[in-house]
Protein backbone atom coordinates (compact mmCIF):
# COMPACT_ATOMS: atom_id res chain seq x y z
CA UNK A 1 0.00 0.00 0.00
CA UNK A 2 2.91 2.39 0.59
CA UNK A 3 4.78 2.02 -2.28
CA UNK A 4 1.67 2.44 -4.59
CA UNK A 5 1.04 5.74 -2.41
CA UNK A 6 4.67 6.59 -3.67
CA UNK A 7 4.33 5.92 -7.26
CA UNK A 8 1.13 7.99 -7.60
CA UNK A 9 3.23 10.76 -5.76
CA UNK A 10 6.19 10.53 -8.53
CA UNK A 11 3.47 10.41 -11.03
CA UNK A 12 2.12 13.76 -9.89
CA UNK A 13 5.19 15.40 -9.53
CA UNK A 14 6.28 14.28 -13.37
CA UNK A 15 3.03 15.30 -14.71
CA UNK A 16 3.50 19.34 -12.80
CA UNK A 17 6.86 19.68 -14.22
CA UNK A 18 6.04 18.49 -17.27
CA UNK A 19 2.99 20.42 -18.39
CA UNK A 20 2.08 22.50 -16.35
CA UNK A 21 4.89 25.40 -17.19
CA UNK A 22 4.39 25.20 -21.03
CA UNK A 23 0.26 26.48 -20.52
CA UNK A 24 0.59 30.29 -19.76
CA UNK A 25 2.84 30.07 -22.99
CA UNK A 26 0.30 28.46 -24.89
CA UNK A 27 -2.44 30.56 -23.63
CA UNK A 28 0.06 33.60 -25.10
CA UNK A 29 0.68 32.17 -28.06
CA UNK A 30 -2.69 31.81 -28.79
CA UNK A 31 -3.47 35.62 -28.11
CA UNK A 32 -0.62 36.14 -30.09
CA UNK A 33 -1.72 34.05 -33.29
CA UNK A 34 -5.26 36.17 -33.22
CA UNK A 35 -3.57 39.90 -33.15
CA UNK A 36 -1.27 38.54 -35.97
CA UNK A 37 -4.16 37.46 -37.82
CA UNK A 38 -5.42 41.18 -37.56
CA UNK A 39 -2.39 43.18 -38.31
CA UNK A 40 -2.58 41.25 -41.55
CA UNK A 41 -5.22 41.97 -42.57
CA UNK A 42 -5.22 45.40 -41.68
CA UNK A 43 -1.11 45.80 -43.07
CA UNK A 44 -3.42 44.19 -46.80
CA UNK A 45 -6.09 46.79 -46.53
CA UNK A 46 -3.50 49.39 -46.30
CA UNK A 47 -0.45 47.84 -48.51
CA UNK A 48 0.78 50.12 -51.29
CA UNK A 49 2.53 48.75 -54.10
CA UNK A 50 5.01 50.50 -56.49
CA UNK A 51 3.18 48.81 -59.72
CA UNK A 52 0.47 50.95 -60.64
CA UNK A 53 -2.80 49.52 -62.94
CA UNK A 54 -1.86 49.53 -66.40
CA UNK A 55 -3.26 46.92 -67.74
CA UNK A 56 -6.52 45.53 -68.98
CA UNK A 57 -5.05 41.93 -68.48
CA UNK A 58 -4.75 42.92 -64.99
CA UNK A 59 -8.27 42.73 -63.14
CA UNK A 60 -8.57 46.13 -61.26
CA UNK A 61 -9.32 44.23 -57.95
CA UNK A 62 -6.19 42.60 -57.24
CA UNK A 63 -4.46 46.16 -57.54
CA UNK A 64 -3.21 46.89 -54.20
CA UNK A 65 -2.71 50.62 -54.94
CA UNK A 66 -3.97 53.69 -53.16
CA UNK A 67 -7.09 54.79 -54.77
CA UNK A 68 -7.94 58.39 -54.46
CA UNK A 69 -10.81 59.08 -56.25
CA UNK A 70 -14.17 57.49 -55.79
CA UNK A 71 -17.77 57.32 -58.12
CA UNK A 72 -20.38 59.16 -56.88
CA UNK A 73 -23.24 58.17 -59.55
CA UNK A 74 -23.95 55.75 -61.96
CA UNK A 75 -24.58 51.70 -62.16
CA UNK A 76 -24.32 50.30 -58.91
CA UNK A 77 -21.62 47.12 -59.04
CA UNK A 78 -22.93 44.34 -60.80
CA UNK A 79 -25.76 46.27 -61.91
CA UNK A 80 -27.74 45.16 -64.89
CA UNK A 81 -29.12 47.54 -67.48
CA UNK A 82 -31.28 46.18 -69.11
CA UNK A 83 -33.44 49.40 -70.81
CA UNK A 84 -30.86 51.75 -72.28
CA UNK A 85 -27.16 51.95 -73.38
CA UNK A 86 -26.42 55.37 -72.50
CA UNK A 87 -24.54 55.55 -69.00
CA UNK A 88 -23.84 58.36 -67.26
CA UNK A 89 -21.32 58.16 -64.02
CA UNK A 90 -20.08 60.90 -62.08
CA UNK A 91 -16.81 61.14 -59.64
CA UNK A 92 -14.78 63.23 -57.70
CA UNK A 93 -11.96 63.18 -55.38
CA UNK A 94 -12.29 60.87 -51.88
CA UNK A 95 -10.30 64.31 -50.44
CA UNK A 96 -11.86 67.09 -52.95
CA UNK A 97 -9.69 70.18 -52.77
CA UNK A 98 -11.54 73.16 -53.58
CA UNK A 99 -8.09 75.28 -54.61
CA UNK A 100 -7.03 72.53 -56.92
CA UNK A 101 -8.32 72.07 -60.45
CA UNK A 102 -8.22 68.28 -61.05
CA UNK A 103 -8.09 66.34 -64.16
CA UNK A 104 -9.25 62.88 -64.38
CA UNK A 105 -9.13 60.03 -66.60
CA UNK A 106 -11.60 57.77 -67.55
CA UNK A 107 -11.66 54.30 -69.20
CA UNK A 108 -15.00 51.73 -70.24
CA UNK A 109 -12.87 48.38 -70.01
CA UNK A 110 -14.68 46.67 -73.32
CA UNK A 111 -15.07 49.47 -75.30
CA UNK A 112 -12.10 52.20 -74.76
CA UNK A 113 -8.91 51.21 -76.36
CA UNK A 114 -7.35 53.99 -74.40
CA UNK A 115 -7.82 56.41 -71.33
CA UNK A 116 -10.24 59.65 -71.56
CA UNK A 117 -8.46 62.70 -69.96
CA UNK A 118 -11.32 65.24 -68.20
CA UNK A 119 -11.72 68.70 -66.52
CA UNK A 120 -15.13 67.23 -65.91
CA UNK A 121 -16.36 65.11 -63.20
CA UNK A 122 -19.24 63.22 -65.12
CA UNK A 123 -19.07 61.39 -68.27
CA UNK A 124 -22.18 59.84 -70.41
CA UNK A 125 -21.24 57.24 -72.41
CA UNK A 126 -23.54 55.34 -75.36
CA UNK A 127 -22.42 51.93 -75.88
CA UNK A 128 -22.89 49.77 -78.81
CA UNK A 129 -26.26 47.25 -78.45
CA UNK A 130 -25.64 43.84 -76.92
CA UNK A 131 -25.58 42.25 -73.88
CA UNK A 132 -21.66 42.67 -72.38
CA UNK A 133 -19.78 43.06 -69.31
CA UNK A 134 -18.10 46.51 -68.74
CA UNK A 135 -15.90 48.21 -66.18
CA UNK A 136 -15.36 51.72 -65.59
CA UNK A 137 -12.54 53.24 -64.09
CA UNK A 138 -11.69 56.65 -62.76
CA UNK A 139 -8.10 57.95 -61.68
CA UNK A 140 -6.34 61.48 -61.31
CA UNK A 141 -4.51 61.85 -64.36
CA UNK A 142 -1.47 63.36 -62.67
CA UNK A 143 -1.15 60.39 -59.97
CA UNK A 144 -1.72 57.81 -63.02
CA UNK A 145 1.22 55.99 -62.44
CA UNK A 146 1.13 55.92 -58.33
CA UNK A 147 -2.57 54.95 -57.91
CA UNK A 148 -5.24 52.50 -58.65
CA UNK A 149 -8.49 53.85 -60.34
CA UNK A 150 -11.93 53.51 -58.70
CA UNK A 151 -14.04 50.89 -60.61
CA UNK A 152 -17.41 49.91 -61.31
CA UNK A 153 -18.06 46.90 -62.99
CA UNK A 154 -21.91 46.59 -64.86
CA UNK A 155 -23.56 44.71 -67.47
CA UNK A 156 -25.78 45.86 -70.46
CA UNK A 157 -28.01 43.71 -71.40
CA UNK A 158 -30.28 45.00 -74.37
CA UNK A 159 -30.79 43.62 -77.15
CA UNK A 160 -28.73 43.60 -80.50
CA UNK A 161 -31.31 45.56 -82.49
CA UNK A 162 -31.96 48.26 -79.69
CA UNK A 163 -32.32 51.28 -81.53
CA UNK A 164 -33.26 49.24 -85.23
CA UNK A 165 -36.94 48.97 -84.62
CA UNK A 166 -38.93 50.98 -82.61
CA UNK A 167 -42.59 51.35 -81.26
CA UNK A 168 -43.38 54.67 -83.53
CA UNK A 169 -46.54 55.40 -82.91
CA UNK A 170 -49.65 54.10 -81.10
CA UNK A 171 -53.78 54.43 -81.70
CA UNK A 172 -56.02 53.30 -79.63
CA UNK A 173 -58.85 51.82 -80.58
CA UNK A 174 -63.11 53.04 -81.27
CA UNK A 175 -66.22 51.88 -81.33
CA UNK A 176 -65.54 52.06 -84.87
CA UNK A 177 -62.13 50.82 -85.58
CA UNK A 178 -59.49 49.04 -84.03
CA UNK A 179 -56.21 49.94 -82.16
CA UNK A 180 -53.18 50.10 -84.61
CA UNK A 181 -49.32 49.98 -83.72
CA UNK A 182 -46.99 51.01 -85.77
CA UNK A 183 -43.50 49.73 -85.68
CA UNK A 184 -40.79 52.22 -87.90
CA UNK A 185 -37.59 51.07 -88.52
CA UNK A 186 -33.52 53.18 -88.99
CA UNK A 187 -31.37 50.07 -90.48
CA UNK A 188 -28.27 50.46 -92.76
CA UNK A 189 -28.16 49.94 -96.64
CA UNK A 190 -28.81 46.48 -97.59
CA UNK A 191 -28.73 46.04 -93.73
CA UNK A 192 -32.12 42.77 -92.76
CA UNK A 193 -33.42 42.12 -89.88
CA UNK A 194 -35.58 38.47 -88.69
CA UNK A 195 -37.63 39.28 -86.70
CA UNK A 196 -39.40 35.94 -86.20
CA UNK A 197 -39.87 34.85 -82.62
CA UNK A 198 -39.74 38.70 -81.05
CA UNK A 199 -42.54 39.38 -79.11
CA UNK A 200 -44.63 42.68 -78.52
CA UNK A 201 -45.60 42.52 -74.81
CA UNK A 202 -48.49 44.17 -72.87
CA UNK A 203 -49.41 44.15 -69.60
CA UNK A 204 -51.95 40.99 -70.38
CA UNK A 205 -51.50 39.78 -73.33
CA UNK A 206 -48.36 39.68 -75.75
CA UNK A 207 -48.24 38.98 -79.75
CA UNK A 208 -45.60 36.68 -80.53
CA UNK A 209 -43.89 37.79 -84.51
CA UNK A 210 -43.88 33.73 -85.46
CA UNK A 211 -44.32 33.54 -89.21
CA UNK A 212 -45.56 35.61 -92.12
CA UNK A 213 -45.88 35.65 -95.95
CA UNK A 214 -43.33 37.85 -98.24
CA UNK A 215 -45.36 37.65 -101.66
CA UNK A 216 -48.62 36.92 -100.92
CA UNK A 217 -50.74 34.64 -103.19
CA UNK A 218 -54.29 32.92 -102.49
CA UNK A 219 -53.39 29.91 -103.77
CA UNK A 220 -49.57 28.66 -103.81
CA UNK A 221 -48.81 30.46 -100.04
CA UNK A 222 -51.85 30.38 -98.71
CA UNK A 223 -50.65 30.04 -95.33
CA UNK A 224 -47.74 31.64 -93.24
CA UNK A 225 -44.58 29.84 -93.77
CA UNK A 226 -42.15 31.93 -93.94
CA UNK A 227 -39.57 34.27 -91.79
CA UNK A 228 -40.31 37.92 -91.00
CA UNK A 229 -37.46 39.58 -92.33
CA UNK A 230 -37.35 43.51 -92.39
CA UNK A 231 -35.41 45.72 -94.69
CA UNK A 232 -34.71 49.57 -94.47
CA UNK A 233 -37.23 51.87 -94.92
CA UNK A 234 -39.95 49.32 -93.78
CA UNK A 235 -42.79 50.29 -91.27
CA UNK A 236 -44.93 47.28 -89.18
CA UNK A 237 -48.11 47.92 -88.83
CA UNK A 238 -49.96 45.58 -86.13
CA UNK A 239 -54.22 45.48 -85.83
CA UNK A 240 -56.60 44.25 -83.26
CA UNK A 241 -58.28 42.83 -85.61
CA UNK A 242 -58.55 39.70 -87.48
CA UNK A 243 -56.79 39.25 -91.01
CA UNK A 244 -58.80 39.39 -94.08
CA UNK A 245 -56.67 36.58 -95.27
CA UNK A 246 -58.11 33.78 -94.08
CA UNK A 247 -54.95 31.97 -92.56
CA UNK A 248 -52.26 35.02 -93.36
CA UNK A 249 -52.13 37.37 -90.58
CA UNK A 250 -49.12 38.83 -91.23
CA UNK A 251 -47.84 39.57 -94.78
CA UNK A 252 -45.95 42.28 -96.62
CA UNK A 253 -47.51 44.60 -99.33
CA UNK A 254 -46.48 44.55 -102.98
CA UNK A 255 -47.00 46.23 -106.38
CA UNK A 256 -50.66 44.55 -106.53
CA UNK A 257 -51.48 44.02 -103.31
CA UNK A 258 -54.02 47.65 -103.78
CA UNK A 259 -56.33 44.84 -106.36
CA UNK A 260 -57.19 43.48 -102.82
CA UNK A 261 -58.81 46.25 -101.65
CA UNK A 262 -61.91 46.15 -103.85
CA UNK A 263 -62.33 42.50 -103.20
CA UNK A 264 -62.08 42.75 -98.98
CA UNK A 265 -61.88 45.18 -95.69
CA UNK A 266 -58.82 45.67 -94.60
CA UNK A 267 -58.75 47.51 -91.24
CA UNK A 268 -55.13 48.73 -92.17
CA UNK A 269 -54.94 50.65 -95.09
CA UNK A 270 -53.71 49.23 -98.26
CA UNK A 271 -51.36 51.15 -100.33
CA UNK A 272 -52.62 51.65 -104.27
CA UNK A 273 -49.04 51.30 -106.04
CA UNK A 274 -50.46 49.23 -108.82
CA UNK A 275 -48.57 49.44 -112.04
CA UNK A 276 -50.06 51.30 -114.80
CA UNK A 277 -51.20 49.82 -118.04
CA UNK A 278 -49.36 51.39 -120.68
CA UNK A 279 -51.16 51.76 -124.32
CA UNK A 280 -48.19 49.33 -125.57
CA UNK A 281 -49.17 46.53 -123.23
CA UNK A 282 -52.94 46.66 -124.83
CA UNK A 283 -52.07 47.99 -128.84
CA UNK A 284 -53.51 44.83 -130.11
CA UNK A 285 -56.79 45.39 -128.71
CA UNK A 286 -59.98 46.90 -130.36
CA UNK A 287 -59.90 50.91 -129.93
CA UNK A 288 -62.60 50.64 -127.37
CA UNK A 289 -61.20 48.08 -125.24
CA UNK A 290 -58.19 50.18 -124.80
CA UNK A 291 -60.53 53.19 -123.96
CA UNK A 292 -62.26 51.15 -121.30
CA UNK A 293 -58.76 49.68 -119.62
CA UNK A 294 -57.07 53.03 -120.13
CA UNK A 295 -59.81 55.01 -118.04
CA UNK A 296 -59.01 52.43 -115.22
CA UNK A 297 -57.62 54.12 -112.23
CA UNK A 298 -54.72 52.35 -110.30
CA UNK A 299 -55.68 49.17 -108.47
CA UNK A 300 -59.20 49.51 -109.71
CA UNK A 301 -60.95 46.10 -110.81
CA UNK A 302 -62.51 46.32 -113.93
CA UNK A 303 -66.99 46.63 -114.08
CA UNK A 304 -69.58 46.20 -116.45
CA UNK A 305 -67.60 43.97 -118.28
CA UNK A 306 -70.32 42.36 -120.17
CA UNK A 307 -70.27 45.38 -122.27
CA UNK A 308 -66.76 44.16 -123.82
CA UNK A 309 -66.31 41.84 -126.18
CA UNK A 310 -65.13 38.47 -125.83
CA UNK A 311 -61.08 39.36 -126.86
CA UNK A 312 -61.43 42.48 -124.18
CA UNK A 313 -63.24 40.70 -121.82
CA UNK A 314 -60.65 37.77 -121.85
CA UNK A 315 -57.69 40.13 -121.69
CA UNK A 316 -59.89 42.12 -118.80
CA UNK A 317 -60.24 39.06 -116.55
CA UNK A 318 -57.00 37.16 -116.92
CA UNK A 319 -54.65 40.51 -116.35
CA UNK A 320 -56.77 43.53 -114.75
CA UNK A 321 -56.19 42.04 -110.87
CA UNK A 322 -54.40 40.77 -108.38
CA UNK A 323 -53.50 36.99 -109.50
CA UNK A 324 -52.94 38.85 -113.62
CA UNK A 325 -50.68 41.27 -111.93
CA UNK A 326 -48.82 39.21 -109.33
CA UNK A 327 -48.17 36.86 -112.61
CA UNK A 328 -46.12 39.11 -114.13
CA UNK A 329 -44.61 41.53 -111.72
CA UNK A 330 -43.12 39.08 -109.01
CA UNK A 331 -40.36 38.14 -110.58
CA UNK A 332 -39.10 41.73 -110.56
CA UNK A 333 -36.66 42.35 -107.57
CA UNK A 334 -38.63 45.85 -106.98
CA UNK A 335 -42.28 43.98 -106.54
CA UNK A 336 -42.14 43.81 -102.18
CA UNK A 337 -43.93 47.25 -100.58
CA UNK A 338 -41.83 48.71 -97.79
CA UNK A 339 -44.86 47.75 -95.54
CA UNK A 340 -45.80 44.52 -93.43
CA UNK A 341 -49.40 44.11 -92.24
CA UNK A 342 -50.18 41.82 -88.94
CA UNK A 343 -53.52 41.08 -87.46
CA UNK A 344 -53.63 40.43 -83.98
CA UNK A 345 -57.01 39.09 -83.51
CA UNK A 346 -56.80 40.75 -80.00
CA UNK A 347 -56.25 44.10 -78.09
CA UNK A 348 -52.95 44.54 -77.22
CA UNK A 349 -53.58 47.73 -75.94
CA UNK A 350 -55.35 48.87 -73.08
CA UNK A 351 -57.49 52.00 -72.02
CA UNK A 352 -58.20 54.44 -69.09
CA UNK A 353 -54.75 53.73 -67.09
CA UNK A 354 -50.81 53.95 -67.74
CA UNK A 355 -49.46 50.96 -69.39
CA UNK A 356 -46.30 50.08 -71.09
CA UNK A 357 -45.56 47.92 -74.64
CA UNK A 358 -42.43 46.65 -74.58
CA UNK A 359 -40.56 45.37 -77.91
CA UNK A 360 -38.53 41.69 -77.14
CA UNK A 361 -36.39 40.36 -79.52
CA UNK A 362 -36.03 36.02 -79.42
CA UNK A 363 -33.66 36.11 -76.43
CA UNK A 364 -36.26 38.21 -74.42
CA UNK A 365 -34.03 41.06 -74.88
CA UNK A 366 -35.27 44.35 -74.52
CA UNK A 367 -35.47 46.50 -77.79
CA UNK A 368 -37.94 49.56 -77.63
CA UNK A 369 -40.83 50.41 -75.37
CA UNK A 370 -44.04 53.10 -75.46
CA UNK A 371 -45.45 54.31 -72.57
CA UNK A 372 -49.36 55.31 -73.22
CA UNK A 373 -52.84 56.61 -71.54
CA UNK A 374 -53.11 58.81 -68.46
CA UNK A 375 -51.72 61.97 -70.96
CA UNK A 376 -48.77 59.58 -70.95
CA UNK A 377 -48.40 58.92 -67.47
CA UNK A 378 -47.28 62.48 -66.68
CA UNK A 379 -48.43 62.59 -63.34
Known amino acids: MIITVIIILVLALIFINTFLPSLPMLKENVFLSQDTDSQVETSISEK ?34 DETNEITF ?4 KIPDPDKRTRFET ?31 VREKEKAETTSPAQRIFKLNISPYFGKVEIEDLELGTKTSYSLITLDTDLEREEEI ?36 IKRGDTIYLSAASTPLGLVNVFKTNQCTGYLDD ?11 CPKIEQDDISELDQCCQEYILDLEKCELPKDTYVLDLECKNYVTNNINYEGCFSKYSKYNDFLGDE ?15 HTLYLRDQNNLFIDKYTYGKAECNW
Open 90 to 93: QFDL
Open 263 to 273: LRDFPITIPED
Open 107 to 137: KVLGFDTDWKSTSSKKRTITLPPGPKKYTFL
Open 48 to 81: QSTTPYTSETSTPETQTLEITTKIVSGPKHNEVI
Open 194 to 229: NMTDWQLQGRLKSFDFSKGIQAYHPIFNAVPNEDII
Open 340 to 354: WHMYLNFNLVLTGEC
